[in-house]
């Protein structure tokens, strides 16, 4: 079966550094997407890694390991705003995404 | 970069009553179009996945007669809540691909939060 596997819950503070750990299961892998969702609002794009490796963003980034069914998601110099939840999504072999309960992520002063 | 917008973004209907949302894309051609529901505190669940011209394939458990999908023209689709009931309340929200660029990644709507009472 396809399966996503990522902390329910992570607090942080203000400043610092945190990294959301995703493991996944699919049927078929066309890459692995990390997405930002606000309470109450629509999921925004993050990244898309879909050769291994370290993408980085500003602030953002993102690691993939295809062989270990394994992604992070780097977040450094945390600010309030960060608290959201943060949805790590791979692609099946049919192009969809495949979404968990995502991470909630709590920064505190 | 590309803009989903869905509108209505809240809507309060009583129930028996059909509600539309409405998703469009701006700028660029949503040759597929995905509509998902999101429960508090759960993960969003896929309902259907449309293309243009074609019927939209629905996820098991999802009632295609109650939940009417339209994808008429590659920039417009539309979600059809049939004789809606309360346990139909939902946050409801739209993606679109543009077309084979996986890397810009899948565009969301605002979403829409529909309540019925």
């Known amino acids: 079966g396809q399966n996503i596997d990522q902390p329910t819950e992570m607090t942080a503070t203000e400043g610092a550094i945190v990294q959301i750990n995703c493991t996944y299961q699919?049927?078929?892998?066309?890459?692995l997407f990390w997405y930002q969702q606000h309470a109450g609002e629509a999921p925004t794009f993050l990244s898309y890694?879909?050769l291994d490796g370290l993408e980085e963003k500003g602030r953002f980034s993102s690691f993939l390991s295809r062989s270990k069914g394994y992604s992070y998601l780097l977040l450094k110099e945390l600010q309030m705003k960060d608290s959201a939840s943060y949805l790590c999504?791979?692609?099946?072999?049919?192009?969809?995404?495949?979404w968990g309960a995502g991470t909630k992520l709590i920064i505190k002063p | 970069g590309a803009v989903v917008s869905q509108h209505p973004s809240w809507v309060i209907c009583k129930s028996g009553t059909s509600v539309k949302i409405e998703c469009r894309s701006l700028?660029?051609?949503?040759?597929?179009m995905f509509w998902y529901r999101q429960f508090p505190k759960q993960s969003l669940m896929l309902m259907a996945t449309s293309n243009e011209g074609s019927k939209a394939t629905y996820e098991q458990g999802v009632e295609k007669d109650k939940f009417l999908i339209n994808h008429a023209s590659l920039t417009l689709s539309t979600l059809t809540v049939t004789s809606a009931h309360p346990e139909d309340s939902s946050f409801y929200i739209c993606s679109a691909r543009d077309g084979d660029r996986v890397v810009n990644g899948y565009t969301f709507g605002s979403g829409t939060r529909l309540t019925v009472v």
């Open positions: 999504a791979p692609l099946d072999s049919n192009y969809q995404l495949i």
């Open positions: 699919t049927s078929g892998f066309n890459g």
């Open positions: 890694n879909v």
């Open positions: 700028d660029f051609q949503a040759t597929t």
